[in-house]
């Protein structure tokens, strides 16, 4: 069993925890302060509600980094494998809240459509507020992408290329970088949408529309809701690594001028980080010593890789069937 790991600094785990959540977290806490002063100054309701919604978010967000800051917590004898699922637990607990938010959007919503509010004081402060919102959650959004697009080791995007970019690498972020990614996806499209509402009631005075953008908003929420708990789900039970990674530690093994074959790997993916278990075959007539040495060097080739947190190697010698090479042949190939 491997030695019992020193006791870690608190200010170390934080270092280590989601820069996303850490910056949404400040983010909305931020417009919060400035949409509770636009409802003093204007005694909009809606602002006054939007106000409570980013403050949720703000403590949302501070709960689910303080998740991701456990989780970077090293194995102990007791929990041998880590503490990389706790995020999933922080993250299924910040989805019933946005449940909870996007139920009480959509009741708002459906009261406004039955007894529409109209025009109300502080237009302009409610637009600058509104702009602020978007400036701020589209930074932050910006930043969730170049995140993503880090933890997935995917090429660095630039410009509008960042978009297409962060939506194919999303599922392979940590689980709190995916839920600020969906959030702020949410929140910069109900700005917008907030915006055009206020503009379009002040010069129409068609107040219906308040209602409409505010039910959409709440859809909006519900799926984000229901795609992150789904994905925190199934990190939860325990899910395959994604078929690239499986291929790169296949490579890195084979390459081994002393490997025959892979008889069986299996890698399980717990928060951002793998788990590699593999039976490998050696070539034929090789001494325990040196099957040994062969066997951690590949070990220790695997654990340069950042997202990888063990690898435990099991060896036998070849038994001439080609069992890998059957299933794998365009890896092989590669």
Not at 196 to 208: E, G, K, M, Y
Not at 244 to 255: G, P
Request: charge should be neutral.
């Amino acid at each position: 069993m491997a030695e019992q790991p020193k006791s870690e600094s608190f200010m170390s785990l934080v270092k280590k925890g989601n820069t996303s959540s850490a910056v949404a977290m400040a983010g909305n806490a931020i417009l919060a302060l400035c949409k509770g002063g636009a409802f003093i100054f204007s005694g909009s309701g809606a602002m006054f509600a939007s106000a409570m919604h980013s403050l949720a978010d703000a403590i949302n967000q501070g709960f689910v980094f303080v998740g991701s800051v456990l989780s970077e917590k090293k194995p102990t004898r007791r929990f041998p494998t880590g503490f990389g699922r706790v995020i999933n637990i922080f993250c299924m607990i910040a989805v019933i809240v946005v449940t909870i938010m996007a139920y009480e959007t959509i009741h708002e919503g459906i009261h406004l459509l039955q007894h529409p509010a109209g025009h109300s004081g502080g237009l302009w402060i409610n637009i600058g507020v509104l702009v602020l919102n978007i400036v701020i959650d589209g930074a932050i959004l910006i930043k969730a992408m170049k995140e993503i697009l880090k933890e997935a080791r995917a090429p660095k995007a630039t410009g509008f290329a960042l978009v297409p970019a962060a939506i194919k690498n999303v599922g392979r972020a940590a689980p709190p970088t995916r839920l600020v990614f969906y959030e702020d996806v949410v929140a910069v499209l109900g700005a917008t949408l907030a915006l055009i509402s206020v503009v379009v009631i002040a010069l129409t005075n068609f107040a219906l529309l308040d209602g409409i953008v505010t039910t959409i908003i709440g859809c909006l929420m519900i799926a984000v809701a229901f795609r992150v708990g789904y994905d925190n789900m199934i990190g939860l039970i325990g899910v395959a690594a994604p078929q690239d990674i499986e291929d790169k530690v296949s490579q890195t093994i084979l390459a081994d001028s002393h490997v025959a074959d892979i008889q069986m790997m299996r890698i399980i993916q717990e928060g951002r980080y793998y788990h590699v278990e593999g039976l490998i075959e050696l070539t034929k007539g090789l001494s325990l010593a040196d099957a040994d040495d062969i066997k951690f060097r590949i070990q220790e080739k695997l654990m340069t890789n950042p997202d990888i947190a063990d690898a435990a190697i099991s060896i036998i010698e070849d038994d001439g069937v080609n069992s890998w090479g059957k299933k794998h042949s365009d890896v092989l190939k590669k």
